[in-house]
């Protein structure tokens, strides 16, 4: 039955092109106009990003897929994702009602608002420099003369820098990024670096992107303020005004504050730990605490125990009560979703053996599930970890990835690891050979390496 709720799940984030998830709410559908009810099913459009929507361990997550998800309860309404590649696709399905909402942030220009009807909450955005922190911050546009400063080639933010170049009177020097494979995050993480001095991006971006480097500024804004929201058609009015209706309420506010919150301000740079709650004693000469547990479920996977107990010290640092800004908890940090799927209950994500349990399950399905694309062993090991932590749907589509770019397919360091890092830019998660959209490689890749690094100290300091 493990096995079986994986698979499910998987063949779901597989179809993401056409329908991500699908929120079952029971209850009466209504709506401010009785004319117009609102459906039983409401078909929501929206695009892969790294603040919006996205999939993370195979759950779906993001700021604007938690606010639709409440507008959905608040109505007792279910509702059906389709993802675009792009915004031009995105408009197109809702010209031709295949979908009624936009749940993504529309940019509320001239050209857009005669194709679309703002709705909900209106959010805004400028491009913003990035910088490390110093003494000396730059504070005005002015001291950019003599500056370099990074972006990709073409972009917006090139073109920006251009235009702003030429209202101060010149003196800024624009470098360009050649490689396909660099996306805007990973500008702002070689900033954080030292790599590069300087770059510009959006300041959503900009917010996610410092909940991980607490070394970068992005207190300076090089634009005028885009202003974007939800959307509907023209025709569909009613629509528009359950949603306005819904999003003044204090509920939903409130709701929003949170979700901002949780993707724009919690730090992602690791785990949070319960101060107040007492730490079980390592006994002398053990890993941990679970040392006993660790040997028990090791051998249902055939791994060396020490592996296991480096996993788990990377996940939380053996910590039961470690809660990640994605939800996931306990020893294991396991997501909710991941718990429910294999029987256990909200309690029990805090107690270890339960935990470690189930994440043994995990592992050994994904391990099944890989072993079609990696027949080493050795190195598929590697690849379960990368699943474990991404999910095992980012871990496919960087596969396919390294597939299709002559790389080697079936070994981790140096070639998936590699193209899961791509997955970052739209013109490889938007890939038809990828099933499961943007995703941020990085903590992944760092995260592999950890856990054999933990594994070989563990190993070279105790006894198999």
């Known amino acids: 039955m493990a096995l079986l709720n994986i698979r499910q799940r998987i063949t779901l984030a597989s179809l993401t092109c056409i329908c991500v998830a699908h929120i079952i709410l029971t209850g009466c559908s209504h709506s401010i106009h009785e004319e117009h009810p609102l ?3 409401l078909v929501v459009g929206t695009l892969y990003s790294p603040t919006g929507f996205f999939i993370l361990k195979d759950d779906t ?3 604007d897929y938690d606010r639709i998800c409440n507008f959905a309860r608040s ?7 389709k993802v675009a590649p792009h915004m031009a696709q995105l408009l197109q399905w809702l010209e031709e009602d295949s979908v009624q909402l936009l749940a993504a942030e529309i940019p509320l220009t001239a050209e857009y608002k005669r194709r679309i009807l703002p709705c909900g909450a209106i959010n805004e955005t400028h491009q913003v420099l990035v910088q490390p922190k110093s003494d000396s911050l730059m504070t005005d546009v002015t001291q950019l003369v003599g500056k370099e400063i990074w972006v990709e080639k073409g972009s917006k933010y090139d073109s920006r820098l251009r235009n702003l170049n030429n209202e101060i009177g010149g003196g800024i020097t624009i470098r360009h990024i050649v490689s396909d494979t660099i996306a805007t995050e990973e500008l702002i993480a070689m900033v954080s670096e030292g790599k590069i001095p300087l770059t510009v991006v959006d300041s959503d971006i900009a917010m996610l992107n410092h909940t991980y480097y607490n070394n970068i500024d992005i207190s300076l804004p090089i634009s005028f303020a885009q202003r974007q929201s939800w959307a509907v058609s023209h025709t569909n009015e009613w629509l528009a005004d359950s949603i306005n209706q819904w999003a003044a309420s204090s509920n939903a506010r409130n709701y929003s504050k949170s979700a901002l919150r949780r993707y724009f301000e919690i730090s992602r740079s690791g785990i949070l730990h319960d101060t107040a709650a007492v730490a079980p004693v390592t006994p ?7 040392d006993s547990l660790f040997r028990h479920y090791s051998r249902l996977i055939h791994w060396d125990w020490r592996l296991l107990a480096a996993m788990c010290y990377t996940e939380s640092h053996f910590d039961p009560n470690a809660v990640s800004w994605a939800g996931a908890r306990g020893i294991m940090q396991l997501m909710p979703s991941t718990a429910a799927a294999y029987g256990l209950s909200p309690e029990q994500l805090t107690q270890p053996e339960p935990s470690i349990r189930v994440a043994v399950q995990s592992i050994k399905d994904v ?6 694309y990696i027949g080493n062993p050795s190195e598929r090991i590697r690849f379960t970890l990368a699943a474990y932590n991404a999910g095992i749907g980012h871990v496919i589509d960087a596969i396919a990835l390294a597939r299709k770019h002559e790389r080697c397919d079936t070994l981790w360091y140096g070639h998936v690891e590699e193209t899961i890092l791509w997955k970052q830019s739209p013109q490889y998660y938007n890939d038809p050979v990828c099933r499961f959209g943007y995703f941020r490689g990085r903590q992944t890749v760092a ?3 950890e856990v054999e690094q933990h594994y070989l100290y563990f190993c070279n300091h105790h006894e198999k």
């Open 39 to 41: 459906p039983d099913t």
């Open 61 to 63: 997550l993001g700021y």
């Open 75 to 81: 109505r007792h309404i279910a509702i059906k994702f």
């Open 284 to 290: 002398p000469g053990c890993i941990s605490p679970y």
């Open 367 to 372: 391990d099944a599930l890989l072993r079609p």
């Open 447 to 449: 995260y592999v390496a």
